[in-house]
Antibody, heavy 120, light 107 residues
Framework: QVQLQESGPGLVKPSETLSLTCTVS????????WSWIRQPPGKGLEWIGY???????NSNPSLKSRVTISMDAPTNQLSLRLSSVTAADTAVYYC??????????????WGQGSLVTVSS | SYELTQAPSVSVSSGQTAIITCSGD??????ASWYQQRPGQSPLLIIY???KRPSGIPERFSGSISGNTATLTISGAQALDEADYYC??????????FGGGTRLTVL
């Protein structure tokens, strides 16, 4: 079955770059859209951005200038980089496989999430 | 920017029907999806394309849309349905948008 596992540093200093990897198993990443979604402690979900296997990406307008999403087909991994982080970027970060159709786009498989704390 | 609005909390007696709503401009022209997030767990897709259930989602979960409001209905709510529920839609300009979430309490 499809499994996603986020990994990366749990602590990042302010102004530095947050980097996370999502390792996918059970399906090739070249067949779907993939999203990064985050959730600050005690708060709701916020979509960060997505990447398609063609390399096409799109990001939340509020984060676009700081977000880089990439994929590596040979290792079946996705990556997220978020630059110039502040305490407001402290959150659980999820990667998710996405399915889509005409007018709809949903995250139908999620990783367990990775807590990233921004603090000096 | 496009926004989806949900009530922060809803409570329902065990065995009764829970109704959770999500509203947004022109939501009726888009498709709504719903996610369940139990405490300490990742979100789970329970409804997509307004009313379709993924494989394995119980029939007591149903979705509908009327005008600018999408509705998630949980028939015969159980203690294990106590969770946060998020609506989500696709907006052509902002791509993926989530509602603020509704915490369901089963009494």
């Amino acid at each position: 079955q499809v499994q996603l596992q986020e990994s990366g540093p749990g602590l990042v200093k302010p102004s530095e770059t947050l980097s996370l990897t999502c390792t996918v198993s059970g399906v090739s990443i070249t067949n779907y859209y993939w999203s990064w979604i985050r959730q600050p402690p005690g708060k709701g979900l916020e979509w960060i951005g997505y990447i398609y296997y063609t390399g096409s990406t799109n990001s939340n307008p509020s984060l676009k200038s700081r977000v880089t999403i990439s994929m590596d087909a040979p290792t079946n991994q996705l990556s997220l980089r978020l630059s110039s982080v502040t305490a407001a970027d402290t959150a659980v970060y999820y990667c998710a496989r996405c399915s889509y159709g005409s007018g709809w786009y949903v995250a139908d498989h999620w990783g367990q999430g990775s807590l990233v704390t921004v603090s000096s | 920017s496009y926004e989806l609005t949900q009530a922060p909390s809803v409570s329902v007696s065990s065995g009764q029907t829970a109704i959770i709503t999500c509203s947004g401009d022109n939501l009726g022209d888009k498709y709504a999806s719903w996610y369940q997030q139990r405490p300490g767990q990742s979100p789970l897709l329970i409804i997509y394309e307004d009313s379709k259930r993924p494989s394995g989602i119980p029939e007591r979960f149903s979705g509908s849309i009327s005008g600018n409001t999408a509705t998630l209905t949980i028939s015969g709510a159980q203690a294990l349905d106590e969770a946060d529920y998020y609506c989500q839609a696709w907006d052509s300009r902002q791509a993926v948008v989530f509602g603020g979430g509704t915490r369901l309490t089963v009494l």
